[in-house]
């Protein structure tokens, strides 16, 4: 038996660097953060797991967010135009599972996982991976072996095309479960 826990958690966002400026305080997903703020270059999150989005409606380069403060955030994650969107990414406790494919569609090789992967072509000899399917929990899809990289978040669903979702060309190559630990 698994189990979700959608109230764990908040961040607050602030226009200016080192928590300074006007603030806004956000507990769930929120598509478009301009009406709230007009620009945004540090957050601090009290609890929880978030993904901060650079453009609108979840999408454009994703960042993942764990408790702690990020006083200039920009910086380091070398975000050009500030955090426009946020999705709250529920704790999950329970059994982990899905399957990766190499080709769109479910197509080619199909490889099932229950446990994080730093490296596809390593572990599966695959060199590819442009669908999947998350059957149960959370995870954290990286361009680059050993959890570097562009990154996309899995919920679960099925996902038949990585290009046909904005990551045209990107090769994705180590995955990670959300957990408590992360």
């Excluded at 961040?11 to 200016?16: G, V």
């Excluded at 806004?24 to 957050?43: G, I, N, P």
């Excluded at 929880?48 to 609108?56: A, S």
């Amino acid at each position: 038996m698994s189990t979700t826990d959608m109230s764990m958690g908040k961040i607050i966002f602030y226009e200016d660097r080192n928590f300074q400026g006007r603030s806004y305080e956000c507990m769930s997903d929120c598509a478009d953060m301009s009406s709230y703020l007009s620009r945004c270059h540090s957050c601090r999150v009290e609890s929880g797991c978030f993904m901060v989005y650079d453009r609108p409606n979840y999408m454009g380069n994703q960042y993942f967010m764990r408790r702690g403060e990020y006083a200039d955030y920009m910086s380091m994650m070398g975000m050009s135009g500030g955090i426009r969107s946020c999705r709250m990414i529920p704790m999950y406790r329970g059994q982990f599972r899905m399957r990766i494919y190499e080709r769109e569609n479910f197509g080619g090789q199909m490889y099932e996982l229950m446990d994080d992967c730093d490296n596809f072509q390593d572990r599966y000899r695959m060199s590819d991976c442009q669908s999947c399917n998350v059957m149960d929990g959370h995870w954290l899809m990286y361009e680059q072996p050993h959890y570097r990289g562009r990154m996309m978040y899995l919920r679960p669903g099925e996902y038949r095309s990585f290009r046909d979702m904005g990551y045209d060309g990107m090769r994705f190559s180590s995955i990670r479960r959300i957990n408590e630990s992360c």
